[in-house]
């Protein structure tokens, strides 16, 4: 999933994948669950199938999203929250 993730730094597979992005899944010998995450954007269910945070965002990227909005899904807070606690230097309730 990783690797497929990394690949949408290139245009051309960005563009493969935004016309088909079940098939490009297929391509790139996703599993059933992992393709269900991807095309669900369940990015919790990605993270959990071993998707790397780092590679998720290439795919959070296309659509638009920021890191700390993903940052927010991961913690339980929404993007605004998740940009505060950083600006306060980070999560004071773990």
Do not use: H, P
């Not at 493969?16 to 669900?40: H, K, P």
């Amino acid at each position: 999933m990783n690797k497929m993730f990394m690949s949408l730094i290139d245009e051309k597979a960005r563009r493969e994948f935004t016309a088909d992005e079940s098939a490009y899944c297929a391509r790139c010998g996703l599993s059933e669950d992992q393709t269900t995450a991807v095309l669900q954007r369940d990015w919790q269910a990605m993270l959990d199938l071993g998707g790397s945070i780092f590679y998720i965002y290439k795919l959070a990227m296309m659509d638009g999203l920021s890191m700390q909005y993903l940052g927010g899904v991961f913690t339980g807070m929404s993007e605004d929250e998740f940009k505060a606690a950083m600006l306060a230097g980070g999560r004071t309730d773990v």
